[in-house]
């Protein structure tokens, strides 16, 4: 039978005419590939198996196929003859037979199809994977593998073959350079699915089964690069499942101009030329898409690719918008004789028929369409003119898995070097000590909640009451220096009767001045100031100071718990200082101790005056400190002579030089130092040492009224609290402390136990419950450190990942190669 068929092909007589050849006798090699040339493709078949394997699944007798050749290659002879005679007829006839031979080649497609190899197939879906990881790891060019990047200049065509590879409008559209950003296509074909989505592992948005949803977020993400830069290299990754698409890595990269519009920079087109240059390098296959209505010459994308690849060894021609030129035009860019390149054209029509735009996938439809055009045409029948979005699929497929096997065994021995440089940095700055985003987080709450449980401890109520009676006491100071200390009979105290209305009228003034000055909102204020600035502290604290948005969100939780407590608290407190506002009972332990903190007071007070003097002396100088004060009490009294004589003004003790400082402040610093009479602009003291001159004589009398109370307070009268009114110092404090004992105690029941006990829960609320999977790893990536050890444990993971599969994908292919063999 072999010997039979190969004898008649060789020695017939007359010349076949076979579609996709010249009008030349074949030689025996040429008949064989073309029977088998997509065959050839995958594996070596031998010719003599083809018509067995064709009438075993065809159940067509011997016999039958031999002379379903034989008279295909006689009615093609008579078909030359004709030609001669009539066009018309010889156009008629021929889409006849070309129908009649495109049932047989589809017999021969589906026999090929069904004898594809699914281990080759795998390999590239598995070195896409890898190269997807190494992706994900760093963008280091010793880590990449090939990828087909779509350059072309706008207006080309480039989204059109995109999508119609794809089979949906995915892309976005618009006159205004809508392309901004590099888009990294990932496309995987799943065979076994019949669902079709897409996603951005970017963003982490999910499976999105809208391409228009799809369309949408790439042209918000590209938009967003700013019009005044209007091209950025960071890139936008995408990957699209379907069972209608072929596994390919394809870039498409902003169109290439001539000219830039007002609103871009001028220096758009260089930087355009400068990104799709950086994708353009080796290991990456250049597919140069090119208007077949635009001369070749001026295509931006042949003269890049060149650039890069003057051999245009890894550069494959797009010709679109087949239509609209005249097929012999086509057809001559096709041959790829004037521009050629290793991998040659292949022309395309992308334009889908209006009836099908409606659809959920339009590549079959839309290959219908163009095969339609291009059999309507029979020049692009001639051998060595590719075309079709179909022949496209398969040719970059091809390409794809030439490249990437090309490039197999030198990636090998990068990911090996970068896995050893990865393993020795994790041994040595981490001694191989693993971590996890959820144990950082662990170990966060943990940390969190011990600086909030050793703040609790030192914050009870000791410390609560001294924060309070700190509060009441300079109260008390102040109520003091108000109504006692410069009241010009304080020097009669002592002597007073017992029963003077005076001094009885001032004591009750001030104790009311105390209690019903709102001690439950100011007590519950101070220490609720307290918590927050300690829990301040605390988000200063390692590890929260790496960590600002949740240490905000902490510190807000913190107020809003103490928010909520502090009315109540505020209101319970008042209520229960409300006798004291009426009457104060004392007891003689009570009084005793309250003249004891009065006296250490009143110590601090006249120790704070006497060094705030000493600074001023030193500041200033004695001499001219001491010539400074006589001469603003000279002038003082002068003044005060002046009004008296005219009947206004304050008058000041002449007789006493040590006037106060609201007298002195009253007569003195407006005339002195405010006064346009020319004497006073020909003073020899400076204004500034004229005021300072004022506050050595105000705390010179302070000292001297401090002392004098001090001496007071010690004295045998101070005693017994039944001379309280000449002691007013001591009542007031023992009045504070009594404040200050009641609001404390609620304070801390109210206030600080409700805090200590919410705020630990409300840290697992926000770190444990409050945060997903996604939330928690950015959470420790925060930390600078952690960060650090993530990625780098990250980085050996995966690499370890690429490195076993790229084993066992060099196994499989050795295999492979060595049965095709």
């Not at 008629?92 to 080649?105: E, H």
């Not at 790829?336 to 009836?355: E, F, Q, R, T, W």
């Not at 959920?360 to 079709?388: C, M, P, W």
Request: one cysteine or more; hydrophobic letters at 35%.
């Amino acid at each position: 039978m072999q010997k039979w068929l190969r004898l008649r092909t060789l020695h017939s007589t007359r010349p076949p005419i076979l579609y996709g050849f010249n009008h030349s006798r074949p030689t025996n090699v040429q008949l064989q590939r073309l029977i088998a040339s997509r065959d050839l493709q995958a594996r070596s078949f031998a010719f003599s198996a083809i018509p067995r394997f064709v009438l075993h699944a065809m159940r067509i007798p011997v016999a039958g196929v031999t002379v379903g050749v034989g008279g295909l290659t006689y009615v093609n002879y008579k078909l030359n003859d004709m030609a001669t005679k009539s066009s018309d007829l010889m156009s008629s006839i021929s889409d006849g037979i070309k129908s009649a031979f495109g049932t047989v080649t589809d017999g021969f497609s589906k026999f090929d199809i069904g004898l594809q190899d699914d281990q080759f197939m795998n390999l590239t879906k598995k070195l896409i994977e890898v190269r997807n990881i190494l992706m994900s790891i760093d963008h280091e060019e010793g880590l990449k593998l090939p990828s087909i990047v779509v350059i072309g200049s706008q207006s080309s065509g480039k989204s059109s073959v995109l999508e119609a590879i794809v089979g949906h409008e995915f892309l976005p559209k618009g006159s205004n350079m809508v392309t901004r950003r590099p888009i990294e296509l990932t496309l995987i074909h799943t065979p076994k699915s019949k669902e079709e989505y897409g996603e951005f592992p970017q963003l982490g948005l999910g499976k999105i089964h809208d391409f228009s949803h799809i369309q949408q977020t790439l042209r918000d993400l590209n938009l967003a690069v700013p019009e005044s830069e209007c091209v950025s290299n960071k890139p936008i990754e995408l990957r699209i499942y379907s069972a209608n698409v072929p596994d390919l890595t394809l870039i498409d990269l902003p169109g290439y101009i001539q000219i830039n519009n007002k609103n871009q920079p001028e220096t758009l087109k260089d930087k355009i030329v400068e990104l799709c240059e950086q994708y353009i390098r080796e290991p990456n296959i250049i597919l140069a898409v090119c208007a077949a209505d635009v001369d070749l010459a001026n295509s931006e994308a042949l003269k890049a690719g060149r650039k890069v690849d003057p051999l245009g060894l890894r550069t494959l021609g797009v010709i679109t918008k087949m239509d609209l030129v005249e097929p012999e035009i086509g057809a001559a860019i096709l041959r790829n004789s004037d521009y050629p390149l290793h991998l040659g054209y292949i022309g395309v029509v992308c334009k889908p028929p209006a009836s099908i735009k409606n659809k959920k996938n339009i590549t079959s439809a839309l290959i219908r369409h163009e095969d339609q055009f291009f059999r309507s045409n029979y020049v692009y029948s001639q051998r060595g003119i590719q075309v079709g979005i179909g022949t496209l699929r398969k040719k970059l497929m091809e390409v794809l898995e030439e490249g990437m096997a090309k490039s197999l065994f030198s990636i090998v021995g990068a990911v090996q070097k970068e896995l050893e440089e990865s393993r020795y940095q994790f041994k040595v700055q981490y001694n191989d000590r693993r971590i996890t985003a959820e144990s950082y987080v662990a170990e966060t709450i943990d940390s969190i909640k011990q600086n909030f449980k050793n703040f609790a401890y030192s914050f009870g109520k000791p410390q609560v009451r001294h924060e309070v009676r700190s509060m009441l006491e300079q109260k008390v100071m102040d109520l003091c220096a108000e109504l006692y200390w410069t009241d010009n009979k304080i020097v009669d105290l002592p002597k007073a009767p017992t029963d003077e209305l005076y001094w009885k009228y001032k004591l009750d003034m001030s104790s009311a001045a105390l209690t019903k000055s709102g001690i439950g909102r100011t007590s519950t204020q101070l220490v609720v100031g307290v918590l927050m600035a300690n829990m301040e502290k605390i988000a200063l604290l390692e590890p929260l100071n790496n960590h600002p948005d949740i240490s905000s969100k902490l510190l807000s939780l913190s107020n809003e718990i103490l928010r909520n407590k502090f009315h109540t608290t505020s209101d319970q407190v008042e209520n229960c200082v409300k006798p004291y506002k009426h009457e104060v009972e004392c007891s003689e332990q009570e009084w005793t101790d309250g003249v004891k903190r009065t006296i250490s007071l009143i110590e601090k007070e006249l120790e704070s005056c006497n060094r705030a003097l000493q600074n001023i002396k030193d500041t200033v100088g004695k001499k001219k400190l001491r010539a400074a004060i006589k001469y603003v009490i000279d002038d003082a009294k002068r003044v005060q002579a002046q009004a008296r004589d005219s009947g206004e003004g304050t008058v000041v003790d002449s007789g006493n030089e040590t006037s106060t400082l609201t007298q002195v402040q009253s007569v003195v610093v407006n005339d002195i130092i405010e006064d346009n009479d020319s004497d006073r602009h020909r003073l020899h003291f400076n204004p500034k040492v004229i005021e300072k001159a004022i506050e050595a004589i105000f705390l010179r009398d302070r000292s001297m009224i401090l002392k004098y109370r001090l001496a007071a307070l010690k004295s045998r009268q101070c005693k017994s609290p039944e001379n309280k009114q000449y002691c007013p110092e001591a009542f007031l404090n023992m009045v504070a402390e009594k404040l200050a004992y009641t609001a404390v105690m609620f304070i801390q029941v109210e206030l600080l136990n409700e805090f200590f006990f919410q705020f630990p829960r409300e840290v697992d609320n926000l770190l444990v419950y409050g945060m997903n999977k996604n939330q928690i790893l950015l959470f420790a990536k925060e930390n600078p450190k952690i960060r650090k050890h993530l990625e780098l444990q990250e980085k050996k993971r995966k690499l370890e990942e690429v490195m076993e599969k790229l084993n066992y994908i060099s196994r499989d292919a050795s295999g492979w190669l060595g049965s095709a063999n």
